[in-house]
């Protein structure tokens, strides 16, 4: 079977029109058959991924029935009538038993709960010892993370997913859960389970309840309780300090691992792979982006945020964000009519904070512009303050959305993942503390202009 491929189509309602023998033949046995909805929920998320992205993907794909496990690789080629599968590899693999038998009502961890998982982490069974609290009642069906909330060590790392992912035994995985009583806070160890042909089959270990560690109350939803941030509130200045270093340095290893398989620099890899690895390296820069604005909302929400009052000059500053994003613009063929270089604006504000604010006004620009449209950034001084203003001939912002556009977490309505909603709230409260204002000047289909005003300074 390893060297044909086997084809199906999916239609535009998620059915299986057609099928080769062996993909009917999986069909029928998870209950359905031709003309009825895809059965196979690992393929079926695959085929709606596929569409939604509007591009052919290539992924391995893994089903079962009552005889064997299937490994192979499928290809999903969407269109407007639905998707074509190809699926090549297809390699059936006995079921085997696990060498080791299930729980028994003898072999109960003292204190604590005995558990077991299959190789994908679902719950297959959990007893309580005697003098230990009740199990939930709803365990079963349940996955591991499901049961119980996983907890970080020192170094910001799950015993339980490292152990998974080398197959092998784990202690110390720190948890937290439900029960009748409250909330438990206990610790894991297991020990991996292997079946007769040497094949991984999932954990079985204790989940030991610490004396004392027993939690009756809630948690207050102000209080962040986690071993990497102890209990602080939101609004102490060490809570954004502790979450950015958390996060930051796995997103940051994160996006350099996907960037270089994307790249191909340790050798060449499928097209098709590197592509996705540039997915998660865009994914990862994103949400490195929102542990920025997260920080940065931290910052500027604390009593008393003051900015620095740097000699600076817009038009230098805009400049900046022009060779900084100026690539970004060129892939989508946008051009960027900026200041001349004797195009001077002097005021007095923090240098890193309005080069901030000007990266988020010019990103924006060039995210909700067309194609091969303009962008201008023009440098002025009205009265008092100096200004910048970038225009762009994006579809415009009505007045009801005016009104809203510089709120907490407004999108105008987008779903994409373009951005947190932070950034042109945190703009505002930095050009304000900075004794300036940013606004906006739209209508529909007129593009938008948001202006920078800051205090203007005098040049002998």
């Not at 961890?109 to 679902?122: I, K, N, S, V």
């Not at 996006?255 to 050798?267: L, M, P, R, Y």
């Not at 892939?331 to 960027?336: D, M, Q, V």
């Not at 373009?418 to 945190?426: A, N, R, T």
């Amino acid at each position: 079977m390893n060297e044909r491929i086997v084809h199906g189509r999916i239609d535009r309602s998620g059915a299986l029109v057609s099928a080769d023998a062996p993909l009917l033949r999986l069909q029928q046995r998870a209950g359905a058959g031709l003309g009825k909805p895809l059965a196979l929920p690992h393929l079926a998320r695959l085929v709606a991924l596929a569409q939604r992205l509007h591009r052919d993907i290539s992924r391995p794909l893994h089903a079962a029935d009552d005889h064997s496990d299937i490994l192979a690789l499928v290809r999903i080629i969407p269109d407007a009538d639905g998707a074509s599968l190809e699926i090549s590899d297809w390699r059936a693999r006995p079921v085997a038993q696990p060498q080791i038998p299930a729980i028994a009502d003898n072999v109960v961890m003292p204190h604590g709960w005995t558990w077991e998982c299959d190789q994908q982490l679902r719950m297959v069974a959990l007893r309580a010892a005697p003098d230990a609290p009740p199990v939930p009642a709803d365990w079963e069906g349940c996955s591991l993370s499901e049961l119980f909330e996983l907890q970080p060590d020192g170094d910001g790392r799950f015993p339980v997913l490292r152990a998974l992912a080398r197959q092998s035994r784990f202690d110390g995985q720190h948890v937290q859960a439900d029960a009748p009583d409250g909330r438990l806070a206990m610790t894991l160890s297991g020990d991996a389970l292997f079946d007769a042909v040497g094949g991984f089959t999932g954990f079985r270990g204790s989940a030991v309840v610490a004396e004392g560690d027993v939690m009756v109350d809630a948690v207050p939803a102000a209080m962040l309780v986690d071993p990497a941030f102890g209990s602080l509130p939101l609004s102490d200045p060490q809570f954004g300090r502790r979450i950015d270093g958390a996060l930051r340095g796995p997103l940051s290893r994160i996006i350099a691992t996907a960037e270089t398989i994307s790249g191909q620099f340790d050798g060449p890899i499928r097209a098709d792979y590197a592509r996705y690895a540039g997915d998660i390296a865009h994914a990862g820069r994103h949400l490195l982006g929102l542990v920025d604005d997260l920080a940065d909302l931290q910052n500027i929400e604390r009593p008393g945020f003051k900015a620095a009052a740097d000699e600076i000059d817009l038009g230098d500053l805009a400049r900046r964000a022009v060779g900084l994003l100026g690539m970004k613009a060129e892939e989508k063929g946008i051009r960027i009519d900026a200041p001349r270089t004797d195009d001077k604006a002097p005021a007095t504000g923090e240098f890193r904070r309005v080069l901030q604010v000007l990266l988020n006004l010019l990103g924006n620009a060039i995210r909700y512009s067309p194609d091969n449209s303009l962008i201008w950034i023009r440098v002025n001084r009205e009265g008092d303050h100096a200004t910048v203003t970038v225009a762009d001939q994006g579809q415009g912002i009505d007045a009801d959305q005016q009104a809203v556009v510089f709120e907490k977490f407004e999108r105008l309505g987008r779903t994409d993942s373009g951005g947190s909603g932070l950034g042109l709230y945190i703009a505002r409260r930095l050009a304000r503390a900075m004794d300036g204002d940013l606004t906006v000047d739209s209508a529909p289909g007129q593009g938008a202009r948001f202006t920078l005003s800051l205090p203007a300074r005098d040049v002998g």
